[in-house]
């Protein structure tokens, strides 16, 4: 079966009733995780992002808690769990603003954790990744929240 496009979901979509819109919800919530995480997301949270900003941070300290230091490998493997939490809560977001907190945050946890980032290549170049990453959505924000977010930017490096 061959997937229709986003325009043909659309014009779909405009001609159902609302009940028939609430059933599709309903039954693409079923199917994955992910699909009941971004409504839930987009039914409860995304009227207020700063709290959802802090309650994925708090969830960002529990991972950064659950981290298991006996050895780098172990480390390692943790902190790529939470970058693929972090990813996964900036796409649900959408906004360039809640990725930039959340990979600043990321980094200044990372750096206060006690884990020699220098020590080890891989998460060296995890580290410099998410730098990256963070200055290039930084360059896509208002000048006001650039310079804000450039400063605490350089703090860390």
Known sequence: ??????????????????????????????????????????LFEAHN?????????????????????????????????????INKYCRYSGSKQTEVELRLYFCTVLKKSGIPIQKNAVINNLYQAQVKKTRTVLATLHEDLQYDYRRELEELI
Do not use: P, W
Not at 14 to 21: A, C, D, G, H, I
Not at 65 to 81: D, M, Q, T
């Open 49 to 85: 992002e700063q709290d959802y900003v802090e309650g994925i941070k708090k969830e960002i300290d529990q991972l950064f808690n659950e981290i298991n230091l006996s050895h780098l490998y172990f480390a390692k493997k943790s902190l790529r769990k939470i970058v693929r939490v």
């Open 1 to 42: 079966m061959k997937a229709a496009t986003i325009h043909e979901i659309k014009d779909e979509l405009n001609t159902l009733k609302t009940s028939q819109l609430t059933e599709l919800c309903l039954r693409l919530s079923r199917f994955k995780k992910e699909n009941k995480e971004l409504l839930t997301y987009l």
